[in-house]
């Protein structure tokens, strides 16, 4: 444990999560990130001789000069790009946490797979289809299935249900982003000024979701899956 | 002379155990280290003891169940612990505090006890608690790990169910000098974790106050009487504004920066937890367990981000 007045010029953040590893570098003041599997971290470091910030699930089990929880890290890197956030909302691949920035108190989902990133996976798997087609799909949607179903395995079941039903498959992956987007919103405080970070913010169906469902505007980082990587590094710097 | 072991389900005055000659065993004091995994289950605490003592895993000749005022689940699993054949009694505290009630439900207990024998083990028992609450302040100074205080505290409930070798114990207790930043206050029902206390000292957090087993150091009396109008005050068979207003004065006066708040899967404590948060004025940390063993690692993180968060205000 390196108490945070310790501060390090010039490393790089590494984070490696569940499902994938970020790393990030800030050079003449902008803000360079890579990704890759988690199982390739070592990828992104090969050659690097800078101190390692790590955060992440295994932020312990890599190299690293210091190391923050991804929940401090998500603050300070959404500061970067929103230095008024009031909330943050991370949907990782194994979890989901909503982080209120103005109370310090946070919401951590890591129970139930309807609300996180395995849940998109698992029904990108079943349709046959990458992870970002899901938003194309979503866009092409004319009516929108009710899923109420708030357990991810079952939810599958109900899905197949609204494809008998006669629902189209763009249909029904619209009706599973709803579905997934209301899960969250459950968690989510009012607030002004809510950013929305991890691999799931890159799924604009999923985000139209929770935006129509919110009634709130959502901002997303410019690489929101590089964002707890950046966090990491601005927090020892 | 044989000395009947009487099974506790949650707070029971272990003085009028003693003192009637039996020997208290707190049931739930074996989950936390144990490995079995109930079959029908909805809090894993109750499900655990109730399958251990239907199968006779845990030996006690009798049962006091704590079905009123605490905890909920117990009302079930202790009658299908009566139904296994294991004589059983339920005891019920007053949720408005009423002291003659209180004093009526003590005297069925002597009456299921077998009567009062000796009584000389209530003064006992007395001087004990103000050890268990030296124990307890030199932990709030940093003087004891929370760690060990915990482990002497929580055993309060039956006294390790042999007076003068808990006495040993306890008066054995090391000290040291520990760096009490980052001072929380653990409220709600017991972790099932067993090395909770010691997983949040490594990652930064000292726990300077236990909910629950100060429960176990603060009630006492000379006789039935007394001991009934002091029990009456149990926070947890009370109502929760009397709960938080108690609790909102021992934090205070420990000077507890935060609050971890643990709840266990299927107790109705869970559903306290948003009045806990808008009524306590401090930082929560809400963390819920379900079966017993080590701290989880996602536990670990919350603690983990929890001290990190105390650190920026």
């Known amino acids: 444990m390196i108490a945070r007045q310790k501060r390090i010029s010039g490393g790089i953040g590494l984070d490696v999560g569940s499902t994938t590893a970020k790393m990030v570098r800030i050079e003449d003041g902008e803000v360079k990130?890579?990704?890759?599997?988690?199982?390739?971290?070592?990828?992104?470091?090969?050659?690097?001789?800078?101190?390692?910030?790590?955060?992440?699930?295994?932020?312990?089990?890599?190299?690293?000069?210091?190391?923050?929880?991804?929940?401090?890290?998500?603050?300070?890197?959404?500061?970067?790009?929103?230095?008024?956030?009031?909330?943050?909302?991370?949907?990782?691949?194994?979890?989901?946490?909503?982080i209120d920035v103005r109370k310090n108190n946070f919401l951590i989902n890591d129970k139930c797979s309807s609300g996180t990133g395995a849940f998109l996976e698992f029904a990108a798997n079943y349709f046959s289809i990458g992870l970002d087609e899901l938003g194309l799909f979503h866009r092409r949607a004319e009516r929108i299935p009710d899923i109420n179903n708030t357990c991810g395995v079952f939810a599958i079941s109900e899905m197949i249900s609204q494809l008998v039903a006669g629902y189209s498959k763009e249909e029904v992956v619209a009706g599973m982003h709803y579905a997934f987007a209301r899960r969250i919103s459950f968690m989510i405080p009012e607030a002004e000024t809510i950013v929305l970070i991890g691999g799931a913010a890159k799924n604009e169906g999923m985000v139209m979701a929770l935006k129509d469902i919110l009634k709130k505007k959502i901002l997303i980082p410019g690489e929101p899956q590089a964002i707890n990587a950046l966090g990491a590094l601005k927090y020892f710097s | 002379m044989h000395v009947s072991k009487i099974g506790i389900t949650a707070l029971v005055p272990p003085e009028l155990i003693f003192a009637c000659g039996g020997e208290p065993v707190d049931v739930n004091n074996v989950i936390p280290l144990s490995k079995k995994y109930p079959r029908n289950k909805l809090c894993a605490w109750t499900a655990i003891w109730k399958e251990m003592l239907v199968e006779r895993e845990l030996s006690v000749d009798s049962l006091i169940v704590v079905a009123g005022g605490d905890c909920h689940n117990a009302l079930v699993d202790g009658q299908k612990v009566a139904m296994s054949g294991i004589p059983t009694h339920f005891f019920f505290y007053p949720f408005d505090g009423d002291p003659e009630y209180m004093e009526s439900q003590l005297h069925r207990l002597s009456e299921f006890l077998g009567g009062l024998e000796f009584p000389e083990k209530i003064k006992q028992i007395n001087d004990l608690k103000k050890l268990g609450q030296q124990i307890d302040i030199k932990r709030s100074r940093g003087r004891i790990t929370s760690g060990e205080a915990f482990s002497i505290l929580i055993s309060f409930s039956d006294l390790r169910g042999d007076l003068n070798e808990f006495q040993k114990i306890a008066a054995s207790i090391k000290e040291h000098n520990i760096e009490t930043t980052n001072r929380v206050a653990l409220i709600g029902v017991p972790p099932i974790f067993y090395d909770f206390h010691d997983v949040a000292r490594s990652l930064g957090l000292h726990i300077v106050f236990d909910e629950l087993p100060y429960e176990f150091i603060r009630h006492q009396g000379a006789d039935i009487r007394e001991i009934a109008r002091d029990y009456c005050e149990y926070t947890f068979a009370r109502p929760l504004d009397f709960r938080i207003s108690f609790l909102q004065k021992e934090l205070e006066k420990r000077k507890v920066d935060g609050i971890i708040h643990y709840t266990q899967f299927a107790c109705h404590h869970m559903l306290e937890d948003e009045i806990i948060r808008s009524r306590l004025d401090y930082p929560v940390l809400t963390i819920q367990g379900d079966l017993p063993g080590n701290t989880p690692q996602q536990i670990k993180l919350r603690l983990e981000a929890f001290r990190e968060m105390l650190e920026r205000l």
Not at chain 1, 46 to 74: L, M, Q
Request: proline residues 3%; glycine residues 10%; neutral net charge.
């Open chain 1, 33 to 98: 990130s890579r990704i890759t599997g988690t199982h390739n971290w070592k990828e992104l470091v090969n050659g690097i001789k800078a101190d390692i910030i790590s955060t992440g699930y295994f932020r312990n089990s890599v190299p690293h000069k210091a190391s923050v929880t991804e929940i401090t890290a998500a603050i300070y890197g959404v500061r970067h790009y929103f230095p008024e956030v009031d909330v943050i909302v991370d949907i990782g691949g194994q979890d989901t946490k909503v």
